[in-house]
T-cell receptor, first 115, second 110 residues
Framework: DAGVTQSPTHLIKTRGQQVTLRCSPKSGHDTVSWYQQALGQGPQFIFQYYEEEERQRGNFPDRFSGHQFPNYSSELNVNALLLGDSALYLC??????????????FGQGTRLTVV | QKEVEQDPGPLSVPEGAIVSLNCTYSNSAFQYFMWYRQYSRKGPELLMYTYSSGNKEDGRFTAQVDKSSKYISLFIRDSQPSDSATYLCAMSWRDDKIIFGKGTRLHILP
């Protein structure tokens, strides 16, 4: 079982650019959540996708958007990048109907640096 | 007041010591309480979770939740150098988003 896989592992972008991060959930999981972890901080919830719909959203601007595909994989898009968007972006997958968050598995993350 | 407060450390203890990690929280609606371990440049790994109040033990790890005090703890017995990592407390309400603490950096000295 490959677990949660994220790509790319590292990324450097320039202010104002757009970026797309990708996540493949653990086999059998249908729910994907995205988190942003700034250096020295805990992860912060961005949004959660289930059945290709955004189910809930954290306190992030509309520059952050996402998508879930029929195979449950997901993308996180960030437009008009700011220096403050530099962080580790984590994807977590889980199975709906279970204790979703207590059985969430995290990927290794994508480290985004905005210069 | 932040929803979850956690001392960032670093906390350095000698090998074999008992480690105590703690968090406080403000939202009494939280029902699920979790501890994650995160090694450098890795994603968080779920160590333990507890539903509502009480204790839970798993090997060298014990998690405690005191909802009346809004206080949770993780104890590590017989600490090993391989336990050196950042420990994140986290909590949620049903299938709601997870709220994390800042994480405590732990160093176990050989």
């Amino acid at each position: 079982d490959a677990g949660v896989t994220q790509s790319p592992t590292h990324l450097i972008k320039t202010r104002g650019q757009q970026v797309t991060l990708r996540c493949s959930p653990k086999s059998g999981h249908d729910t994907v959540s995205w988190y942003q972890q700034a250096l020295g901080q805990g992860p912060q919830f961005i949004f959660q996708y289930y059945e290709e719909e955004e189910r809930q959203r954290g306190n992030f601007p509309d520059r952050f958007s996402g998508h879930q595909f029929p195979n449950y994989s997901s993308e996180l898009n960030v437009n008009a990048l700011l220096l403050g968007d530099s962080a580790l972006y984590l994807c977590a997958s889980s199975l709906s109907g279970t204790m979703v968050n207590t059985e969430a598995f995290f990927g290794q993350g994508t480290r985004l640096t905005v210069v | 007041q932040k929803e979850v407060e956690q001392d960032p450390g670093p906390l350095s203890v000698p090998e074999g010591a008992i480690v105590s990690l703690n968090c406080t929280y403000s939202n009494s609606a939280f029902q699920y309480f979790m501890w994650y371990r995160q090694y450098s440049r890795k994603g968080p790994e779920l160590l333990m979770y507890t539903y509502s109040s009480g204790n839970k033990e798993d090997g060298r790890f014990t998690a405690q939740v005191d909802k009346s005090s809004k206080y949770i703890s993780l104890f590590i017995r017989d600490s090993q150098p391989s336990d050196s990592a950042t420990y994140l407390c986290a909590m949620s309400w049903r299938d709601d988003k997870i709220i994390f603490g800042k994480g405590t950096r732990l160093h176990i000295l050989p």
